[in-house]
């Protein structure tokens, strides 16, 4: 079967958004005594939205944060996201391009653990939001990645938009993380990889194709991961 879809992860494929949620997230926690690493963020809690990364970060140190707790530390990181954001482009190079040229080829969505406001905020500052079939945020899926939810909501929201029986099986997923590239495959999409965050060698087991940034897609070769059985 022909490629018929492809869905896109936000921060870290599209976004080079990581090293400011990194940032927010540091920034955040330290008003409250908590120290976040680097190499912690990138190890253990990318794969997150916002709500279950600082739950993680609450258990792995032994805090007892109540969920207002943790709604407050989300509303403030999103304030400091924003205000890290402004005046910048946070797109990679190539991808406004990259998103250009699958969207006139085959419907596209995006799948990912970020806000809607943050995700949208980022697509019309770059007027490229009209290009998108759907977009699935942490707001629209209590379960987010490694679970297959937001792709299974993305592929239901793209079958509505343009009316035709699009098959998981023929839709390629774009990520940029393992907890990413588990949840398209556990939908039963074809996954590619992108190596803007981590290595080659961290996608040996969950991606069918590597490549080093979406600059580098290939329509071609992912219509042919698609015909693969």
Same mark, same amino acid.
């Given at each position: 079967?022909?490629?018929?879809?492809?869905?896109?992860?936000?921060?870290?494929?599209?976004?080079?958004?990581?090293?400011?949620?990194?940032?927010?997230?540091?920034?955040?926690?330290?008003?409250?005594?908590?120290?976040?690493?680097?190499?912690?963020?990138?190890?253990?809690?990318?794969?997150?939205?916002?709500?279950?990364?600082?739950?993680?970060?609450?258990?792995?140190?032994?805090?007892?944060?109540?969920?207002?707790?943790?709604?407050?530390?989300?509303?403030?990181?999103?304030?400091?996201?924003?205000?890290?954001?402004?005046?910048?482009?946070?797109?990679?190079?190539? @991808?406004?391009? %990259? /998103?250009?040229?699958?969207?006139?080829?085959?419907?596209? $969505?995006? &799948?990912? +653990?970020? *806000?809607?406001?943050?995700?949208?905020?980022?697509?019309?500052?770059?007027?490229?939001?009209?290009?998108?079939?759907?977009?699935?945020?942490?707001?629209?899926?209590?379960?987010?990645?490694?679970?297959?939810?937001?792709?299974?909501?993305?592929?239901?929201?793209?079958?509505?938009?343009?009316?035709?029986?699009?098959?998981?099986? @023929?839709?390629? %997923? /774009?990520?940029?993380?393992?907890?990413?590239?588990?949840? $398209?495959? &556990?939908? +039963?999409? *074809?996954?590619?990889?992108?190596?803007?965050?981590?290595?080659?060698?961290?996608?040996?087991?969950?991606?069918?194709?590597?490549?080093?940034?979406?600059?580098?897609?290939?329509?071609?070769?992912?219509?042919?991961?698609?015909?693969?059985?």
């Amino acid at each position: 079967m022909s490629l018929q879809a492809i869905v896109f992860d936000f921060d870290g494929v599209i976004a080079n958004s990581e090293p400011l949620h990194f940032r927010a997230y540091k920034e955040v926690l330290a008003e409250d005594g908590v120290v976040l690493t680097e190499h912690d963020y990138y190890a253990r809690y990318l794969g997150f939205d916002d709500v279950g990364a600082f739950e993680a970060i609450a258990a792995d140190r032994g805090l007892r944060w109540t969920s207002s707790a943790v709604t407050s530390l989300v509303e403030r990181k999103a304030v400091r996201l924003e205000a890290l954001e402004c005046g910048m482009s946070v797109l990679f190079p190539g @991808a406004a391009d %990259a /998103i250009r040229r699958a969207a006139a080829v085959v419907p596209i $969505a995006i &799948a990912s +653990g970020a *806000r809607a406001k943050e995700i949208r905020r980022v697509l019309e500052r770059e007027r490229l939001i009209e290009h998108f079939s759907a977009i699935v945020s942490a707001d629209d899926t209590p379960i987010g990645k490694p679970a297959p939810d937001p792709y299974l909501r993305a592929l239901a929201q793209m079958r509505a938009a343009t009316r035709h029986d699009i098959v998981a099986s @023929a839709c390629v %997923a /774009i990520e940029d993380s393992r907890w990413g590239l588990e949840s $398209a495959r &556990a939908a +039963g999409m *074809r996954t590619v990889a992108v190596t803007n965050t981590y290595e080659k060698s961290a996608f040996e087991e969950t991606a069918d194709l590597v490549i080093p940034s979406l600059a580098a897609m290939d329509l071609n070769v992912l219509a042919q991961l698609c015909l693969q059985s």
